[in-house]
């Protein structure tokens, strides 16, 4: 059982490069989330999308965007990185929405130079 | 605004004490979770906890919830290496769109 699949696990990147982060899951699962956890804090929501074809904003999207590719797939972009966004990234899942149990992702660790 | 304060937010212990993890919110909820994450690894969830005075228990962890006091406690029996781990309650925001908020995460080292 896969479960939630988000590549990469590493990533080192200079001010200004872009990347994407990519998640899939294989649950059936209609709501995904992208988290990202930061020493000494909790995890802060970037962007979530409750059923696909939808996709919001959530605590803290400033500098990304995301794409619900289709029901299992949904990838998170860096437009242009900055060493603020240095920080491990979390892709998640749940059944319906974010009041449901979550499943996550092993994480990327993405440091911004 | 929702708020979730956790403590402590580090705890070193010995094998085989007790203790207990606190986790605060300040507004309504009536669900809450527990989820352990393992140092370089994902988080898994522990407990949900529904409504008031919920208790679930899974080997040396009880969790409990008691919405009137905005509390809930995980609680540490007879503590092993095993256990050591980040805990992190999330509670959800009864709002239109369920948003989940979480405590900063509690430390936990439990020393053999």
């Known amino acids: 059982n896969a479960g939630v699949t988000q590549t990469p696990k590493f990533q080192v990147l200079k001010t200004g490069q872009s990347m994407t982060l990519q998640c899939a899951q294989d649950m059936n699962h209609n709501s995904m989330y992208w988290y990202r956890q930061d020493p000494g804090m909790g995890l802060r929501l970037i962007y979530y999308?409750?059923?696909?074809?939808?996709?919001d904003k959530g605590e803290v999207p400033n500098g990304y965007n995301v794409s619900r590719l289709n029901k299992r797939e949904f990838s998170l972009r860096l437009e242009s990185a900055a060493p603020s966004q240095t920080s491990v990234y979390f892709c998640?899942?749940?059944?319906?929405?974010?009041?449901?149990?979550?499943?996550f992702g092993s994480g990327t660790q993405l440091s911004v130079l | 605004e929702l708020k979730v304060e956790q403590n402590p937010l580090f705890l070193s212990m010995q094998e085989g004490k007790n203790y207990t993890i606190y986790c605060n919110y300040s507004?309504?909820?009536?669900?809450l979770y527990w989820y352990r994450q393992d140092p370089g690894k994902s988080l898994e969830s522990l407990f949900v906890?529904?409504?008031n005075g919920a208790v679930k228990q899974e080997g040396r962890l009880m969790a409990s919830l008691d919405t009137k006091a905005r509390l809930s406690t995980l609680h540490i029996t007879a503590a092993v290496h095993d256990l050591s781990a980040t805990y992190f309650c999330a509670v959800v925001l009864m709002d239109s769109n369920y948003q989940l908020i979480w405590g900063a995460g509690t430390k936990l080292i439990i020393k053999p």
């Open positions: 906890l529904l409504s």
């Open positions: 507004t309504t909820s009536d669900r």
């Open positions: 999308s409750a059923s696909e074809g939808t996709t």
């Open positions: 998640a899942s749940s059944r319906t929405g974010m009041s449901e149990k979550l499943f």
